[in-house]
């Protein structure tokens, strides 16, 4: 009878673990999905695109080495519009070392960029850095609710002493 009950419990648990990795790898594959519509949120400056991968709440926080854009109104407006649309007439973000991890309704991504474009007086620009996003489970899938990047210290620069404060 033991026996019966430990086959049935280890069947038990190889059917539940058989259940989430599907449940782990759609989610993982909408993560994607979604970065690769962010990336070209980013790309074409479009606010309606970048409508429908961002949460719509105020609690959305976006750090920058430009500043802190606190709810979608202020990243639609202040990162979209005015920093994205008005100081770029082109734009290109190129993603390398993509890690994505998800965990039940959060997850969260990051990632190597490079970024080029064109800036608005036509003076072109390069830059490097790394960026994390976070993201929730919505009843409208998933949604970025915070996105930090810094950029790469220019060549030469040395990061500060740990001992320096």
């Known amino acids: 009878m033991a026996r ?7 069947g038990l648990s190889g059917m539940l673990a058989c259940q ?3 449940a782990a790898d759609q989610d993982r594959a909408a993560i994607q999905q979604l970065l ?16 429908q991968i961002w949460s719509h709440s ?14 979608w109104d202020s990243v639609r407006k202040d ?10 007439l082109e734009r290109n973000l190129q993603p390398s070392n993509v890690v994505i991890h ?13 970024f080029t474009g064109k800036l608005a007086n036509g003076q072109p620009m390069t830059s490097k850095g790394w960026e994390s996003h976070v993201y929730q489970k919505t009843d409208d899938g ?12 220019p060549p030469g620069a040395s990061p500060p002493s740990a001992q320096q404060q």
Request: hydrophobic content about 45%.
């Open 4 to 10: 019966k009950l430990a086959l049935l419990i280890l």
């Open 20 to 22: 989430r990795a599907p």
């Open 36 to 51: 690769d519509t962010y990336f070209q949120s980013v790309k074409k400056a479009d606010v309606d695109l970048a409508s």
């Open 58 to 71: 105020s609690d959305v926080v976006v750090i920058t080495p430009l500043g802190r854009f606190q709810g």
């Open 79 to 88: 990162l979209y519009v005015n920093f994205l649309k008005n100081s770029f």
């Open 102 to 114: 998800t965990n039940g309704n959060s997850a969260w991504s990051a990632f190597n960029w490079d």
């Open 142 to 153: 998933w949604r970025i609710v915070h996105l930090h990047y810094s950029g790469m210290l």
